[in-house]
């Protein structure tokens, strides 16, 4: 079943936002990612929309694609 988690990712101080897509995006089967700019002056923010697979991790780093 498809799932959406949203983040807004700061741009004066995106650092733990970013970290927090990251580690996220990380532990999931992540399938589509949307983003768009919000441009607000000192508020502006990346606005992102991660679409992932319930009930499936993400893929291990260690297993290799098969040609």
Known sequence: MMKYKFFAVSAC????S???LNAFCSQHRV?????H????GAN??????????D??????A???KKS
């Open 13 to 16: 101080a995106p650092d733990s």
């Open 18 to 20: 970013a970290e927090e």
């Open 31 to 35: 399938s589509f990612v949307e983003k």
């Open 37 to 40: 700019w919000v441009a607000d």
């Open 44 to 53: 502006s923010f990346w606005s992102i929309c991660v679409t992932w697979l």
């Open 55 to 60: 009930g499936e991790a993400a893929p291990s």
């Open 62 to 64: 260690s297993i290799q």
